[in-house]
T-cell receptor
Framework: DTGVSQDPRHKITKRGQNVTFRCDPISEHNRLYWYRQTLGQGPEFLTYFQNEAQLEKSRLLSDRFSAERPKGSFSTLEIQRTEQGDSAMYLC???????????????FGQGTRLTVV | GEDVEQSLFLSVREGDSSVINCTYT??????LYWYKQEPGAGLQLLTY?????DMKQDQRLTVLLNKKDKHLSLRIADTQTGDSAIYFC????????????FGKGTKLSVIP
């Protein structure tokens, strides 16, 4: 296993189009996270899955954003009706932790850079 | 306001020590992390410290935590040109949340 894999690495889309990104976590990891990073900023949390259950969502995740992790393995993040403000790097991370364990030794993928024109 | 704050830039000479500082506001932080990001790349976890510790050392890296002042630092000994990157401090709180809150990052430039 080579780590967290994200696809595509780059995406250019026209405003108003829908886009979908995929994340394949490290295989034994039960937790999966999505973050967004804009230029000059640190990553901002979007959402978190424990196995297939989406347990936490940021208020940054507007109703145009939806994330799924149907079988508790890979995850998709879809943005509908993209806006220029959605242009950012979308980072996926995964970790393994037992029930109730707080440590998030999360490993990040290389990200998908979205440009909305 | 910012939950995690870092100075934006640091410049050091190759071979010197680098010290990157971070302050956080949430007193319920349980774990604090340092991540490294090279241009065009994702984040690499460097090290982390649990809030009941005050120091952790890992090869050239030393993390110091002052919980009273909510201050975290990362010292890189014998800084190399390959250490040039952006370093992010991040915290996770114990409030039933698993999200990391990141600072804006400190850009470390190593002068040969």
């Amino acid at each position: 296993d080579t780590g967290v894999s994200q696809d595509p690495r780059h995406k250019i889309t026209k405003r108003g189009q829908n886009v979908t990104f995929r994340c394949d976590p490290i295989s034994e990891h039960n937790r999966l996270y999505w973050y967004r990073q804009t230029l000059g900023q640190g990553p901002e949390f979007l959402t978190y899955f424990q196995n297939e259950a989406q347990l936490e969502k940021s208020r940054l995740l507007s109703d145009r954003f939806s994330a799924e992790r149907p079988k508790g393995s890979f995850s998709t993040l879809e943005i509908q009706r993209t806006e220029q403000g959605d242009s950012a790097m979308y980072l996926c991370a995964s970790s393994f932790a037992g029930s109730g364990e707080m440590n998030t030794e999360a490993f990040f993928g290389q990200g998908t850079r979205l440009t909305v024109v | 306001g910012e939950d995690v704050e870092q100075s934006l830039f640091l410049s050091v000479r190759e071979g010197d020590s680098s010290v990157i500082n971070c302050t956080y506001t949430d007193s319920s932080s349980t774990y604090l992390y340092w991540y490294k990001q090279e241009p065009g790349a994702g984040l690499q976890l460097l090290t982390y410290i649990f809030s009941n510790m005050d120091m952790k050392q890992d090869q050239r890296l030393t993390v110091l935590l002052n919980k009273k002042d909510k201050h975290l630092s990362l010292r890189i000994a014998d800084t190399q040109t390959g250490d040039s990157a952006i370093y992010f401090c991040a915290e996770i709180t114990g409030a039933g949340s698993y999200q990391l809150t990141f600072g804006k990052g400190t850009k470390l430039s190593v002068i040969p």
